[in-house]
C-alpha cells in the first residue's frame, strides 16, 4: 500500500521562509516524478512545482525564483523550499506521486502566511 505523507507546514508571517517535506512508501521512489500543489479556500487546486526522477524541476511563474524543489531518493524525500513568502501563498499544500499510471496524493499540510 502506497502512503505519502507531507510535513513542515505552519504558520508564518509575510516574507518569512518555510520548508516542506514529503516521503513515500510503498512505491518506487526513484522512479517517480514528485508534484506539489496548494488549494486555498474557495479556490481551485493550483500547482506549484514538479520534480522529475533526474532531479530537474519546474515551477509556474507565480512561485518561480521564491520556490525550489530537491530531492534525496535515498531518503525517499522530496522538499519544497518556500521562501520570501506571501499571504495568497496560503493554502493546504498537497504533494502527489506519479509512477507510470499510477498517481497518489497525500493528506495534505496547512501553511497559512500573515500580516
Known amino acids: 500500500q502506497v502512503q505519502v505523507l507531507e510535513s513542515g507546514g505552519g504558520l508564518v508571517q509575510s516574507g518569512d521562509s518555510l520548508r516542506l517535506s514529503c516521503t513515500a512508501s510503498?512505491?518506487?521512489?526513484?522512479?517517480?516524478?514528485v508534484g506539489w500543489y496548494r488549494q486555498a479556500p474557495g479556490k481551485e487546486r493550483e500547482w506549484v512545482g514538479s520534480?522529475?526522477?533526474?532531479?530537474?524541476?519546474n515551477h509556474p511563474t507565480s512561485v518561480k525564483g521564491r520556490f525550489t524543489l530537491s530531492r534525496n531518493n535515498a531518503l525517499k524525500t522530496v522538499n519544497l523550499q518556500m521562501n520570501s513568502l506571501k499571504i495568497e501563498d496560503t493554502g493546504v499544500y498537497y504533494c502527489?506521486?506519479?509512477?507510470?499510471?499510477?498517481?497518489?496524493w497525500g493528506q495534505g499540510t496547512q501553511v497559512t502566511v500573515s500580516t
Open positions: 510503498g512505491t518506487d521512489f526513484s522512479r517517480s516524478t
Open positions: 520534480i522529475l526522477n533526474d532531479g530537474r524541476a
Open positions: 502527489n506521486f506519479k509512477t507510470g499510471a499510477y498517481s497518489y
